[in-house]
């Protein structure tokens, strides 16, 4: 079993829409979720973190974490071509440590 | 935000030539970076913690002789290629994190360095 796992995709949505993106984790012991976006031939950038149970907005991002189910989710709303990306969850299992990617999941936003 | 340097973008060269790639942390401390690798289509797989003022701890099938990592000071480390082949042809990117007390648990990435070997 992976450690990080995420659907590959490609997720299709339309512009405007919601896109709803998710990623599960194996080891319990798991404390920070992150997620990254990655455009083509570039190196990854930081859209948002979390670390309680919940949901965190920044913007037109939602992160939802659910530790007991191990899932860590990233809603997209109001979607844009410009958003078309792959979209990499990273999972930290002790504070400032090292990340552990998952395969990343590509999402493309038709106009 | 924090930006991290990592120089050169892009390096071609010829197999059996070394390769140095530098990651510096331009407005921050970093007592930690990271050293990833990521191939086509895939993900980025950790290949070593550079620690300042220590050895570097590299991931398990990693070798440590091929791909050497310096963490000198606060805001530089290198990672050296050493014999190329085209097989460690890949894209490489160094991230930091703050030494500081907030947000220490984020990780900046450089721009990554893409190396191509002939």
């Known amino acids: 079993q992976k450690e990080v796992e995420q659907n590959s995709g490609p997720l299709s949505v339309p512009e405007g829409a919601i896109a709803s993106l998710n990623c599960t984790y194996s080891d319990r012991g798991s404390q920070s979720f992150f997620w990254y976006r990655q455009y083509s031939g570039k190196s990854p950038e930081l859209i948002m973190f979390i670390y309680s149970n919940g949901d965190k907005e920044d913007g037109r991002f939602t992160a939802q974490l659910n530790k007991a189910s191990q899932y860590v989710s990233l809603l997209i709303r109001d979607s844009q071509p410009s958003d078309s990306a792959t979209y990499l969850c990273?999972?930290?299992?002790?504070?400032?440590?090292?990340?552990?990617f998952g395969a990343g999941t590509i999402l493309r936003v038709k106009s | 935000g924090a930006v991290v340097s990592q120089h050169p973008s892009r390096v071609i060269c010829k197999s059996g030539t070394s390769v140095k790639i530098e990651c510096r942390s331009l407005?921050?401390?970093?007592?930690?970076m990271f050293w990833y690798r990521q191939f086509p289509k895939q993900s980025l797989m950790l290949m070593a913690t550079s620690n300042e003022g220590s050895k570097a701890t590299y991931e398990q099938g990693v070798e440590k002789d091929k791909f050497l990592i310096n963490h000198a000071s606060l805001t530089l480390s290198t990672l050296t290629v050493t014999s190329a082949h085209p097989e460690d042809s890949s894209f490489y990117i160094c991230?930091?994190?703050?030494?500081?007390?907030?947000?220490?648990?984020?990780?900046?990435f450089g721009a990554g360095t893409r190396l191509s070997v002939l």
């Open positions: 990273a999972v930290q299992m002790e504070y400032g440590n090292k990340l552990v």
């Open positions: 407005d921050f401390q970093a007592t930690t």
């Open positions: 991230s930091a994190r703050s030494s500081g007390v907030s947000f220490s648990h984020i990780q900046y």
